[in-house]
């Protein structure tokens, strides 16, 4: 499996939220697991059992963020030092045969942003993207045959 790529701020983004899972959120679903276990019967408890969903749901997340941030890789979301696609960068590409232009992130998908997509850098689209600069034709077998793509634009 290839190493999880974030930038810093993803990557602090990230240790915050788990850290306030480890100690909040499991402060928070204890209680409520012990608020509902004090009503009673917990076999019709609607309650308890949406409170142990809640608990189910937040120790996979634990899981995964954790497993994501052991093997990470921080990398530099300098996008402006450099003309060429990163890890961290926004890139807009053109599909040959087609005038619109779209804008993509590349990276992991805990790098989103608002109103862009995110494209992995160990996809066959980032892999040919990787290390090239606008103006670059690349081009990549997708599920539906071999695409191009123009490279518009470098960074925000």
């Known amino acids: 499996m290839a190493q999880t790529q974030l930038t810093r701020d993803t990557f602090d983004r990230l240790q915050g ?3 306030d899972l480890r100690t909040r959120g499991r402060v928070e679903i204890a209680r409520a697991i012990e608020a509902a276990r004090a009503l009673g019967d917990l076999s ?3 309650d308890y059992h949406a409170a142990k969903d809640s608990q189910g749901k937040m120790e996979a997340r634990i899981r995964q963020l954790q497993g994501m941030l052991d093997g990470v890789e921080i990398v530099n979301s300098d996008a402006g030092s450099s003309d060429t696609v ?5 890139v807009a590409l053109r599909y040959a045969g087609d005038d619109d232009v779209e804008r993509f992130l590349i990276g992991s998908i805990e790098e989103r942003r608002e109103g862009v997509s995110i494209i992995s850098p ?3 689209l980032g892999q040919a ?4 600069g606008p103006g670059a034709h690349v081009s990549y077998e997708a599920p539906s045959g071999k695409l191009e ?3 518009v634009a470098v960074g925000d």
């Open 86 to 90: 990163t890890t961290g960068v926004v």
């Open 129 to 132: 993207l990787m290390g090239q």
């Open 17 to 19: 939220e788990l850290e």
């Open 122 to 124: 160990n996809s066959p």
């Open 44 to 46: 019709e408890n609607g």
């Open 149 to 151: 793509v123009e490279i």
